[in-house]
């Protein structure tokens, strides 16, 4: 399996609760590389390019609104099947389908309000993660055994 990448936005909601540390040590936690990270701002262009799938919806005004009521912070994740192993840590987008134990499962309060943002698969990832990077603002470097740090 290649390693890959993928793209995960903490929303506006997750900001404003202040879980943004919470949601990236998940993260961190479960062992996935961080290779790029940046908090921005989402213009009407970008909000309507993410969600162009959704541009028809009724609700599409409510996502635009939700999704610029604050900063977003961007990450960029490094590993063999991240995208599929990161949307399984992401849970359901509907909170009450996500289940127990999934980033939206613990955290999710609502369908606008579902905390994170994850890449649906492999194309989707490659297209956002050039949407939200420049490709100076993603990293390559690895990551050495703890005990490397020891002056012990
Ligand atoms: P996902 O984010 O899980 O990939 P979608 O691409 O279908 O799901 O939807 C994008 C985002 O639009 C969702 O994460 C959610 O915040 C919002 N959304 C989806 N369906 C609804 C809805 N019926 N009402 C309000 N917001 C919705």
Not at 35 to 45: E, F
Not at 87 to 113: F, H, K, Q
């Amino acid at each position: 399996m290649a390693i890959e990448r993928t793209l995960v936005l903490v929303k506006p909601g997750a900001v404003q609760r202040e879980l943004t540390g919470e949601i990236i040590t998940r993260f961190e936690r479960k062992g996935i590389k961080i290779v790029g990270i940046k908090m921005m701002t989402m213009d009407d262009d970008m909000v309507e390019e993410h969600y162009s799938h959704l541009k028809e919806m009724p609700f599409f005004g409510n996502i635009k609104k939700t999704m610029q009521r604050t900063p977003i912070v961007a990450l960029a994740l490094e590993g063999h099947d991240i995208v599929k192993r990161v949307r399984v840590l992401t849970g359901d987008t509907n909170p009450r389908e996500a289940a127990p134990g999934t980033i939206r499962g613990d955290y999710s309060i609502s369908l606008s309000n579902n905390v994170i943002h994850a890449s649906a698969n492999h194309k989707e990832a490659l297209d956002e993660l050039q949407r939200f990077f420049k490709e100076d603002e993603l990293f390559n470097y690895n990551r050495m055994n703890v005990m490397d740090y020891s002056d012990n």
